[in-house]
Nanobody, 123 residues
Framework: QVQLVESGGGLVQAGDSLRLSCATS????????VGWFRQAPGKERECVAA????????DYTDSVKGRFTISRDNAKNTVYLQMNSLKPEDTAVYYC????????????????WGQGTQVTVSS
Protein backbone atom coordinates (compact mmCIF):
# COMPACT_ATOMS: atom_id res chain seq x y z
CA GLN A 1 0.00 0.00 0.00
CA VAL A 2 1.14 3.53 -0.68
CA GLN A 3 2.60 5.34 2.32
CA LEU A 4 2.83 9.10 2.76
CA VAL A 5 5.43 11.10 4.65
CA GLU A 6 5.06 14.84 5.25
CA SER A 7 7.91 17.23 5.79
CA GLY A 8 8.65 20.94 5.66
CA GLY A 9 6.76 22.24 8.66
CA GLY A 10 8.26 24.57 11.19
CA LEU A 11 7.98 27.75 13.19
CA VAL A 12 7.65 30.92 11.11
CA GLN A 13 6.44 34.47 11.50
CA ALA A 14 3.29 35.91 10.02
CA GLY A 15 3.82 36.78 6.38
CA ASP A 16 6.46 34.11 5.85
CA SER A 17 6.26 31.17 3.48
CA LEU A 18 6.68 27.43 3.82
CA ARG A 19 6.58 24.58 1.36
CA LEU A 20 5.30 21.28 2.64
CA SER A 21 6.18 18.06 0.88
CA CYS A 22 4.33 14.78 0.84
CA ALA A 23 6.51 11.95 -0.40
CA THR A 24 5.37 8.42 -1.08
CA SER A 25 7.16 5.28 -0.10
CA UNK A 26 6.49 1.80 -1.36
CA UNK A 27 4.28 2.74 -4.30
CA UNK A 28 4.00 5.31 -7.03
CA UNK A 29 1.75 8.29 -6.41
CA UNK A 30 0.24 7.93 -9.86
CA UNK A 31 -3.53 7.26 -9.96
CA UNK A 32 -4.00 8.74 -6.46
CA UNK A 33 -5.76 11.98 -5.70
CA VAL A 34 -4.04 13.74 -2.81
CA GLY A 35 -5.43 16.17 -0.29
CA TRP A 36 -3.77 18.38 2.27
CA PHE A 37 -5.61 18.62 5.57
CA ARG A 38 -4.95 20.51 8.74
CA GLN A 39 -6.08 20.17 12.31
CA ALA A 40 -5.69 22.92 14.87
CA PRO A 41 -6.08 22.31 18.60
CA GLY A 42 -9.73 21.95 19.52
CA LYS A 43 -10.89 21.97 15.91
CA GLU A 44 -11.98 19.38 13.41
CA ARG A 45 -9.68 18.25 10.65
CA GLU A 46 -10.39 20.21 7.49
CA CYS A 47 -9.34 19.94 3.88
CA VAL A 48 -7.05 22.73 2.75
CA ALA A 49 -6.33 21.72 -0.84
CA ALA A 50 -6.61 18.72 -3.11
CA UNK A 51 -5.28 17.67 -6.48
CA UNK A 52 -6.17 14.96 -8.96
CA UNK A 53 -3.67 12.28 -9.90
CA UNK A 54 -3.13 13.98 -13.26
CA UNK A 55 -2.77 17.41 -11.67
CA UNK A 56 -5.36 18.92 -14.00
CA UNK A 57 -7.87 19.80 -11.27
CA UNK A 58 -7.19 21.45 -7.94
CA ASP A 59 -9.44 22.60 -5.13
CA TYR A 60 -8.88 24.94 -2.19
CA THR A 61 -10.77 25.97 0.85
CA ASP A 62 -11.77 29.63 0.81
CA SER A 63 -9.49 30.66 3.66
CA VAL A 64 -6.33 29.78 1.71
CA LYS A 65 -7.27 30.72 -1.84
CA GLY A 66 -4.69 33.03 -3.33
CA ARG A 67 -2.13 32.12 -0.66
CA PHE A 68 -1.64 28.35 -0.93
CA THR A 69 -0.81 26.33 -4.02
CA ILE A 70 -0.94 22.57 -4.33
CA SER A 71 1.13 20.83 -6.97
CA ARG A 72 2.55 17.42 -7.69
CA ASP A 73 5.59 15.91 -9.33
CA ASN A 74 4.72 12.35 -10.23
CA ALA A 75 8.27 11.64 -11.36
CA LYS A 76 9.35 12.23 -7.76
CA ASN A 77 6.17 10.75 -6.27
CA THR A 78 5.75 13.96 -4.29
CA VAL A 79 2.93 16.43 -3.70
CA TYR A 80 3.69 19.93 -2.48
CA LEU A 81 1.79 22.61 -0.65
CA GLN A 82 3.29 26.05 -1.12
CA MET A 83 2.04 28.31 1.65
CA ASN A 84 2.57 32.05 1.29
CA SER A 85 1.49 34.98 3.45
CA LEU A 86 1.06 32.72 6.42
CA LYS A 87 -1.20 33.85 9.23
CA PRO A 88 -1.39 32.78 12.87
CA GLU A 89 -4.71 31.09 12.13
CA ASP A 90 -2.87 28.75 9.74
CA THR A 91 -1.20 27.15 12.76
CA ALA A 92 -2.05 23.46 12.76
CA VAL A 93 -0.75 20.00 12.14
CA TYR A 94 -0.81 19.45 8.40
CA TYR A 95 -1.47 16.03 6.94
CA CYS A 96 -1.43 14.69 3.44
CA UNK A 97 -3.79 11.93 2.46
CA UNK A 98 -4.43 9.89 -0.64
CA UNK A 99 -7.26 8.02 -2.26
CA UNK A 100 -7.68 6.42 -5.63
CA UNK A 101 -8.64 8.61 -8.56
CA UNK A 102 -11.13 11.28 -7.47
CA UNK A 103 -10.75 14.34 -5.30
CA UNK A 104 -12.67 14.42 -2.04
CA UNK A 105 -12.74 17.09 0.64
CA UNK A 106 -14.02 14.96 3.50
CA UNK A 107 -11.30 13.38 5.65
CA UNK A 108 -13.22 10.13 5.95
CA UNK A 109 -13.03 9.62 2.20
CA UNK A 110 -9.25 9.17 2.37
CA UNK A 111 -7.75 5.88 3.43
CA UNK A 112 -4.01 6.65 3.33
CA TRP A 113 -2.56 9.24 5.70
CA GLY A 114 0.80 10.63 6.59
CA GLN A 115 1.95 11.26 10.13
CA GLY A 116 1.54 15.03 9.98
CA THR A 117 3.92 17.97 10.18
CA GLN A 118 3.52 20.89 12.56
CA VAL A 119 3.18 24.40 11.18
CA THR A 120 3.29 27.20 13.72
CA VAL A 121 2.87 30.82 12.68
CA SER A 122 3.67 33.49 15.22
CA SER A 123 2.58 37.11 15.07
Amino acid sequence: QVQLVESGGGLVQAGDSLRLSCATSGRTLSTYAVGWFRQAPGKERECVAAITWTGDITDYTDSVKGRFTISRDNAKNTVYLQMNSLKPEDTAVYYCAARLFRIRVTPGEYDRWGQGTQVTVSS
